[in-house]
């Protein structure tokens, strides 16, 4: 019955995080939030698993470089959860390093306010993503090695968000599986230049366009 969970809840000392070698969590309770570096560079974690009806956010980098995690998101990013950090979920600071996150599966949230900047970083695994709500106004450009979806293995995306204003560039940036983009939303006004998506095959607007 856990009700909060702490910043940097498991310790470490060194970079690569070989002072903390918990493989498994598991924690149920009423908490609202994983705050920012609660589990960041606790590489030896494989498996986590989640559980309360009232989680709303994950916080800057509170997985950043878990890169051992291999079980399904579905089972952190609850459909519940509102918020996702910057670099939540990242594998490391850039896409330069090559190193890469295991996990796996698809985001699927009743509602989407707000995703920081490369949040799924070099997530291969990461199939899809779907938001069938939310306030969230913008998806923020990102960089040369990094963006929101940088790297993922993203298949499908949905965000029917109709507050949704603009989408940065280099959002999906080697996101080389990415195939549908759904997006619903009548405030849509900027598409960043987007590079790398291949075997893109659909992007679908839904709603009136204030401009091109």
Known sequence: NVSLIGTLLLPYATSDGKNCAAKKLFISGTFESVPEYAFCLCTSLTNVVLESANLKTIGENA????????????????PSVTT?????????????????????????VKQLDY???????QCPNMQKFIARSGGITSIPAGGTWTGVFFGTGLKHLELNCPKLNSVGANVFKNSTSLTNIVIGSTNLVTWGSNLSCANLKTVTFYGESNNT
């Open 63 to 78: 997985f950043y470089c878990c890169r051992g995690l291999n079980c399904d998101i579905s089972n952190i990013v609850l």
């Open 84 to 108: 996702i950090g910057a670099y939540a979920f990242a594998a490391d600071g850039g896409a330069s390093s090559g190193k890469k996150m295991a996990i796996k599966g698809t985001v699927d």
């Open 115 to 121: 995703l920081g900047d490369s949040a799924f970083l």
